[in-house]
T-cell receptor, first 113, second 109 residues
Framework: GAVVSQHPSWVICKSGTSVKIECRSL??????MFWYRQFPKQSLMLMAT?????????EQGVEKDKFLINHASLTLSTLTVTSAHPEDSSFYIC?????????FGPGTRLTVT | RKEVEQDPGPFNVPEGATVAFNCTYS??????FFWYRQDCRKEPKLLMS???SGNEDGRFTAQLNRASQYISLLIRDSKLSDSATYLC??????????FGKGTMLLVSP
């Protein structure tokens, strides 16, 4: 149980375009999901906390207008990277909270050319 | 000071060796503590929680010293499959996790 999926698993896009990443909890409901970003040889950095039915809470330094988060249902949160630039290339990982634990998705590798 | 600090390694050990990783955290109000394992280009996976009394899971032993704000992980009888990056993780409340940069372990035959 407690499986989290992400789609797509990898994506290559051109600079200036937008990319949407989906995070789904497959066998449980999650009122809270988290979005992380990990650059090579760096730690996972929390970008935002996504709460179902309300606005996401962004960490300091993360632009909410650039990284749009929607958590419209108890099993789905989406992260849209708007006007992507090469410096946005990273590994984006979501997690879903259940019973005090976080369950991680397999991650989405974004490359912006 | 970073919230969670770890020696990045890499730690190169032969199979069968015992290896220890350390971690310090800065927020004394941190509530719970974990070790995660992350393989290259994969998501982190929970290895074990860490309790003040110390806890053991097979070849893995974790310790927490709240007074020193120090967490450790001991791996005995290292296997090739233990090669990975080990992440020290602190829950600072409201299910919000803070990750260390990780310590890389390479176990060789």
């Amino acid at each position: 149980g407690a499986v989290v999926s992400q789609h797509p698993s990898w994506v290559i896009c051109k600079s200036g375009t937008s990319v949407k990443i989906e995070c789904r909890s497959l066998d449980f409901q999650a009122t809270t999901m988290f979005w992380y970003r990990q650059f090579p040889k760096q730690s996972l950095m929390l970008m935002a906390t996504s709460n179902e039915g309300s606005k996401a809470t962004y960490e300091q330094g993360v632009e909410k207008d650039k990284f749009l988060i929607n958590h419209a249902s108890l099993t789905l949160s989406t992260l849209t990277v708007t006007s992507a630039h090469p410096e946005d290339s990273s590994f984006y990982i979501c997690s879903a909270a259940s019973s005090g634990r976080q369950y991680f998705g397999p991650g989405t590798r974004l490359t912006v050319t | 000071r970073k919230e969670v600090e770890q020696d990045p390694g890499p730690f190169n050990v032969p199979e069968g060796a015992t290896v220890a990783f350390n971690c310090t955290y800065s927020n004394s109000a941190s509530q719970s503590f974990f070790w995660y394992r992350q393989d290259c280009r994969k998501e982190p996976k929970l290895l074990m929680s860490v309790y003040s009394s110390g806890n053991e899971d097979g070849r893995f032993t974790a310790q927490l010293n709240r007074a020193s704000q120090y967490i450790s992980l001991l791996i005995r009888d290292s296997k090739l499959s233990d090669s990975a990056t080990y992440l020290c993780v602190v829950n600072r409340g409201y299910s919000t996790l803070t990750f260390g940069k990780g310590t890389m372990l390479l176990v060789s035959p």
